[in-house]
């Protein structure tokens, strides 16, 4: 009983943050228990350490990719910039066209992890505009090889702000289910300036048949946008 007594006014001053304050009798009593006894400074550096661990982790991987903090994208359909995309938006801006040197297109690859799916492509405020043709076109897989690609858009100013995914895939709410994808990326005039917000959401729980006839709308659009592949840019 006695020792009892002990413990419970030793763990009322621990937990008053008394510990230069224990007399030496309980000291010991904690010592043969295997206490280790700490100073107030100690756990504020424990504390402080803790701190600066979690501020030095990364909440999450980069996404997407931005050509003038991260580089140009890759001209070439056959060898694409590598981008990660995670849930959320992911903003792919750069430059594309031609200066009066030579055409720069822009192609990319990313993955759409398995549990989501890519649900919108919304052109960013900022996007410029040649007059000419703008160009976006998406393939499966890590490549584009000549022209061929799943489905693309033509757009201009109008759709600054909007989702391009109902024109590019055709349907209801159409989304690009998790698996890779590569993006071709092209103004046919002089330079502009381009933003994309590829937007990855948790695939939801199939709660009807809904969900089904909708994708199944969106590979039919596949296969009729295929069919106007004659109007590829060079
Ligand atoms: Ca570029």
Known sequence: MQISRRL???????SRGCHSFIPNSLRRLGESFGVIWMRQTQWKSIAGLTVLVLAATPLQAAQGWIESLDGDLSNDGLAPTIVTMGLGANTIAGTTGNPGTGIDRDFLTFTVPDGTWLSSLIVKPGTTFSGSVSFIGIQLG?????????AFALHGP???GTDLLPTLLGGVNPTLASGNYTVWIQETGGPVSYG????????????????????V????AYRRRQARSAALPQ
């Open 8 to 14: 419970s006014r030793l763990h009322r001053l621990l």
């Open 142 to 150: 890590t490549q584009i090889v000549g022209n061929n690609v799943l």
């Open 158 to 160: 109008e759709t600054v």
């Open 196 to 215: 994309f917000d590829f937007v990855l959401t948790p695939v939801p729980e199939p709660t009807s048949l809904a969900l089904l006839a909708t994708g």
């Open 217 to 220: 709308a969106g590979i039919f």
